[in-house]
């Protein structure tokens, strides 16, 4: 293969049929569209990025955000050129996060954004903040924070893995983008002009800035604090012909106003340091004529160079182009579907692009990579950035592990060899959900070194030094505290431990860390750990039916409102309502605590239909179908709940609904609810489409839904394939009848990743009406931690 092909996984061969329709939650009044026969549309071309860049836009299901002032959340993707896992973005910017900080990442893109800014090409794991910027402009410009914008014509915006293109209308300039692994393509399409500029700066923290010879730039960025871009600080950037005029400037971002003399441009220098260094490179351009500038970063000037030689030693943009199409079309085809709607196909397969957003691959094999003290080595396996667990870890690693088992080893052996470096597992957010990670791929049978990787998990477990916050209370009480706030404003919006929440997730934690201690032999701590999973109980208010927050002296707090959006305060982004759901490793136990099947069923009932009239605002939390919240994780997997509860006839109409209701219902098209958070509300998408979903992670099994296709086949990373058929599927035919697997009947909500291991066929029948007898045997409910089966 050819050193500057891209980074390619082995994929089966696919074809494309056509994609399935969406059907009604007819208790909940859906009004679906009727549905049509799509073409065989490759999946490549059927995928796109714009999706996720677009907020909802019915009242009805944003509840009460945003803030006044703010913006709406959408998906806050991005609808940049990138390969899968990609170290680096080429990405267009029509947010200024230098002067603003609109939503809750910095986010390059929104969908609605009239003007544009720039383009990057990678520096940073959220494209608002990547630098450099560039931006081609004809004729005068100013230097940042000002940028020269320009309006850009929605009509000519095309997305598609691994390509962006636009035209902005003020410059009358044609920008298109594509990506290697670890570097960025532009291609600038200029008018007549004699001054056709590119500006390229380093953004607000600034840092060096040089003109070598004239056609390339180099720089290195300020970086502050702990923060650390992941494809290194230093960039080059390479023009495809020379430059006719040169010039170096800054910004002087400490003085209150803006204005002459708070600048620095200078025609002819080479080199400049500052807030906002840059360039202002200059061409005398025909119509039509273009100029190309391929951008890549590092760890030094030399490893950026190094990049470009390898993976763009050459301007041919046609040729990158293709093999970051190439690469996506062999990844995407993993999973071919069949029926639906062309609607259904495109939210689809442009959600199954997106779930590999992350994390993303640092360096190959081969290369050199930097840990997090610095220290440089060669890679000798595919090394990845650290996971966003809080997110990603609920959903996104159990798909790569059906799609990709071998990625995720090497993300494996990546956190590990971060922990042997920093001395702790690496967490996200409040969680410790790493555990769930490993747990989940030792029962699905990944091979790896699960001891090596359990010693940092029990630490990170038992040390109140480490990562876990609050762990020393947890330990001692068996729950974690919240302090009251002066004056007990109710609701308290932000401030707080989150100690309900802490409480919940360090349980279903300490569950996966019992069930791998177990599996390695280590009875003693298997026992302890098993224990402190039960502490989710600690926090369960029985006389208000809710998950509740207690003080120091273990008092319950006193104003609860399980309706209010407690951002910090007992909770974490949700409600008491979302919040009582987060026992996914007990939900039997759960069952119990709320008296019985038929009250858990009713609560649930009621969580879905109870209105959203909260006073206090979760900014992302948003895609609501009642007190549920699909823009949030917290409460992602409460509608696959009623398997245990004996109505999964329910799970199959709610997931149906908030397929059709929660994703591309604006008049975009392309809306997603909250955040995507990169890849996990895309996976929510394309695990529920298919038909199943893995309420817990840490545990081999996936909870039945409805599929939205007639078929699918997925091409698992173990060379099987496992089809998933729905016979007699439509908009009404909604419900579970009946189900086969591999020609053998089944009654279960549930199947294990042994059943789909080796590969096979899930087979249903579908129908208009609910068969509220399959599935509901108590004895065929999905395993719990507790041992008893509730009636």
Known sequence: MDDSLPYFRRRASWRIVRAAALAAFLPFGIGVALAQRAPATPAIDAANPLVGTAPLDQQKLIGNAPPPGEPLYSGLTSPGASLPQSLTEAAPVNVNVDLTYPTGVPASYAYASPTMIGFTGGGSTYGGRAAPMIMPVVGGWTVPPHYSQSYYDKATEKASPGYYAVDLATFNTKVELTATQSASLMRFTFPASQRSNV?????????????????????????????????????????????TSFGTFHANVD????????????????????????????????????????????????????????????????????QARDTWAQLLGCVEVSGGTPKQRMLF???????????????????????????????????????????????????????????????????????????????????????????????????????AAYAYLRKNATDPKGPRGHLAEYIQYGWISDIVPPGNPSPPYADGNAGVAKTLEYAWDDYALSDM???????????????????????????????????????????????????????????????????????????????????????????????????????????????????????????????????????????????????????????????????????????????????????????????????????????????????????????????TLNGKPWTRPWISHADVANGGKLEFTMGPEPNKAWGADPRQAPPSMSLGRLQ
């Open 199 to 243: 500006i390229i700066n380093l953004r607000r923290p600034g840092g060096n800035v040089e003109v070598v010879g004239d056609r390339k730039i180099r720089g290195v960025a300020t970086r502050k604090g702990s923060e650390r871009d992941s494809d290194g600080p230093w960039f080059v950037a390479e023009f495809s012909r020379p430059f």
């Open 349 to 451: 397969y442009s959600t199954l692009y997106h779930s590999f957003a992350s994390p993303r691959l640092m360096a190959r094999k081969g290369e050199q990579v930097t840990g997090a003290e610095g220290h440089a080595s060669v890679a000798d396996y595919d090394h990845y950035a650290p996971v966003p667990f809080w997110d990603t870890g609920r959903n996104q690693i159990a798909l790569l592990m059906l799609l990709e088992p071998q990625v995720v080893q090497d993300i494996m052996r990546s956190e590990l060899d971060m922990a042997r470096e920093r001395g702790y597992m690496n967490t996200s957010f409040h969680g410790d959900h790493a555990v769930l990670m490993y747990d989940g791929a030792m029962q699905r049978g990944i091979p790896f070194d699960y001891a």
């Open 255 to 322: 003085k209150p106003w803006f204005g002459l003399g708070d600048k620095d441009v200078e025609a002819g220098r080479r080199t400049v340091a500052g807030n906002y260094a840059g360039a202002y490179l200059t061409f005398a351009t025909r119509a039509g004529e273009q100029v190309l500038v391929k951008v890549a970063h590092g760890y030094s000037a030399e490893q950026a160079e190094q990049r470009l030689r390898s993976e763009v030693p050459d301007f041919n943009f046609e040729r990158v182009h293709k």
């Open 517 to 739: 201690a177990r599996r390695l032999g280590k009875t003693d701590d298997a026992q302890m750990f098993r224990r402190r999973a039960a502490n989710y109980r600690n926090v369960f208010d029985a006389s208000v039916g809710f998950m509740r927050g207690r003080t120091a002296d273990g008092k319950w707090i006193s104003p609860f409102d399980p309706g209010e959006p407690y951002y910090n305060f007992m909770m974490k982004e949700a409600s008491g309502w979302s919040t009582l759901w987060l026992v996914p490793h007990d939900v039997q136990g759960l069952v119990g605590l709320l008296g019985g099947r038929a009250a858990f069923n009713a609560k649930l009932d009621a969580f879905f239909s109870t209105p959203y009239t909260a006073k206090g605002i979760c900014r992302d939390c948003t895609g609501m179908l009642g007190q549920y919240v699909q823009g949030n994780q917290p409460d992602q997997q409460a509608a696959y709940l009623y398997a245990w509860s004996g109505q999964p006839w329910k799970t199959q109409a709610l997931v149906r609904r908030i397929l059709d209701e929660l994703y591309g219902s604006d008049a975009s098209g392309y809306a997603y609810p909250g955040m995507d958070d990169q890849g996990s509300t895309s996976s929510w998408y394309v695990l529920s489409a298919m038909g199943f979903y893995p309420v817990d992670p840490s545990s081999p099994d996936y909870i039945l839904g409805s599929p939205i296709f007639d078929q699918v086949r997925l091409h698992l990373g173990s060379g099987k394939v496992f089809d998933i058929v729905a016979r007699n599927n439509s908009p009404r035919n909604i419900y579970i009848q009946s189900a």
